[in-house]
């Protein structure tokens, strides 16, 4: 019978969510890890027991761990994320150079078909990967050395490497994003990178339409249409359907276009959602009311989802890797606040019921449909 | 042998209960003890010393006999009751909320 398991990193632990097919009964798994940090869990598609997992503190760093059976065992593998050759500098908040330094990995993102392959976005913005499921790292540094990267600086969270999208019909295309950098592609596996921001507006740089600079926050991609990228920015919802080489708005009638995540339905490549914030200075939900919207029709046009959710006094954020939707039929939209909430909709969106309420804040859902 | 008491996360971390006990050949210093405790433990590495540089983490002290070690040099001896096994070699995480 069919299931789902939901991976859920938090600022004190792991957390695995699991459920049959009807998603309605749920077991909770965890802490794992307890303590620390989990900014992310991936499970390969490939193999789906195995896991991924980001680990860090301010006391002891960065670890990796790998489970080969869903979660239940872990073991730390390689935890040696060094960059390549010359350093060089990005620009810190003030303006002044700063040399790379290594803070935490935010986003692993495995192979589409090798288990042991497994990509890492990381703070100060690079690109790694291993090749050994997790026991050495290589920088892959086209992406840290582009010429753009002098003049690239953090967003308030650093500036990270936070999302990977890989493209199953161009096995060497790669997609990553970084705050406060914008999007950048990569057609050759990884080793040269441009920057694909055309059509992106900032009010917040000094050139709002520079080549670089733009604070994206996320974007996402429906697999049967590697084409079409979906963006959530600071401010703005976009959508490319051209692979990046230009982008347009579809915020449309959302009642503010600020927020982190964005993700599209697993059989419907036009539907897409997002969960608007107030203000890049109030990162919280407008008007106490906890809504998820969504485009049937790719963007312009959004519907509130609200049944379920809660509709007065509420202030939590959805932070930009804390969305996922599974693959069964109807779609299942997963996501987890900063208040410790994970909500499911196992209906496209249509309802919403609370999985677990009281976790620490949520850094990361991530969800895998098993067979 | 060398005991090394750790904190609590890195015990979970290196799946010891209690202190650890470590035969430390040659001259018995912060380095030396670290170096055994990472050859015994490599998942420990990089929890308690920067990979690359080596250095402390920032959040984390060596104390010994009462004395805070932090700051001493990497290859200075250690306390002959640490050499002795007498006293252990702490390893703490520094006081910070989060």
Same mark, same amino acid.
């Given at each position: ?45 490939? %193999?789906?027991?195995?896991? &991924? ?20 065992? *872990? ?16 620009? *810190? ?9 290594? %803070? ?25 990967? +291993? ?61 040269? *990178? ?78 897409? &959602? ?9 990162? &919280? ?29 509420? &202030? ?7 969305? +996922? ?26 309802? *919403? ?19 | #042998? ?19 006990? @470590? ?10 003890? @670290?170096?055994? @405790?990472?050859?015994?433990?490599? #998942?420990?590495? =990089? ?21 805070? @070690? ?14 002795? =096994? ?6 703490? =995480?520094? #006081?910070?909320?989060?």
């Amino acid at each position: 019978m069919s299931g789902v398991r939901v991976l859920v990193g938090t600022r004190k632990g792991a957390f695995i969510l699991t459920s049959d097919g009807k998603r309605q009964k749920w077991d909770v798994s965890g802490p794992h890890f307890g303590g620390w940090e989990m900014y992310h869990l991936k499970g390969s598609a490939v %193999a789906p027991n195995r896991l &991924y997992a980001s680990q860090s503190s301010s006391w002891f760093g960065q670890l990796i761990q790998r489970s080969d059976d869903g979660g239940k065992t *872990w073991e730390a593998v390689g935890n040696k994320l060094e960059y390549e050759g010359a350093i060089g500098t990005h620009l *810190w908040y003030d303006g002044t150079p700063r040399p790379w330094a290594f %803070a935490r990995v935010w986003h692993l993102e495995p192979s589409l078909s090798d288990p042991d392959t497994v990509y890492a976005g990381i703070q100060d913005a690079a690109l790694f990967r +291993s090749t050994d499921a997790g026991q050495t790292w290589e920088e892959l540094p086209g992406l840290r050395t582009h010429p753009s990267a002098s003049v690239w600086q953090p967003g308030a969270g650093g500036m990270c490497l936070h999302t990977i999208l890989l493209d199953r019909q161009h096995p060497q295309r790669i997609f990553g994003a970084i705050s406060a950098a914008g999007v950048f592609r990569s057609d050759d596996g990884g080793q040269s *990178w441009r920057p694909i921001n055309k059509g992106l507006r900032s009010e917040q740089i000094p050139d709002p339409t520079a080549e670089v600079g733009h604070c994206v926050h996320r974007l996402a991609m429906h697999p049967s249409r590697p084409n079409v990228l979906f963006m959530q920015k600071h401010w703005d919802v976009m959508r490319s359907d051209d692979a990046g080489e230009s982008w347009r708005e579809v915020s449309g009638n959302l009642p503010t276009d600020f927020g982190f995540p964005i993700d599209v339905h697993a059989h419907e490549p036009e539907t897409i &959602y997002v969960v608007p914030i107030k203000s890049d200075s109030e990162h &919280y939900v407008p008007e106490g009311k906890l809504r998820v919207f969504r485009s049937r029709t790719g963007g312009d046009e959004w519907e509130p989802l609200t049944n379920g959710l809660p509709q007065r006094d509420c &202030y939590v954020n959805v932070l930009r890797d804390s969305m +996922s939707v599974d693959s069964l039929d109807p779609c299942g939209v997963y996501f987890g606040t900063t208040g410790g909430q994970v909500y499911g909709s196992a209906d496209g969106g249509d309802r *919403w019921a609370p999985i677990v309420r009281d976790l620490p804040s949520v850094l990361s859902v991530e969800v895998q449909t098993l067979a | #042998m060398i005991r090394v008491v750790l904190p609590a996360h890195l015990r979970t971390l290196a799946r010891v209960d209690g202190e650890v006990t @470590l035969a430390v050949a040659g001259p018995v210093t912060q380095r030396s003890v @670290l170096d055994a @405790l990472e050859t015994r433990y490599p #998942m420990l590495r =990089g929890t308690i010393r920067d990979q690359a540089t080596q250095q402390r983490r920032a959040f984390l002290r060596f104390f010994a006999c009462e004395q805070d @070690l932090s700051n001493e040099p990497p290859d200075a001896p250690l306390p002959e009751r640490v050499v002795t =096994g007498a006293e252990p070699y702490l390893v703490v =995480g520094a #006081m910070a909320g989060g």
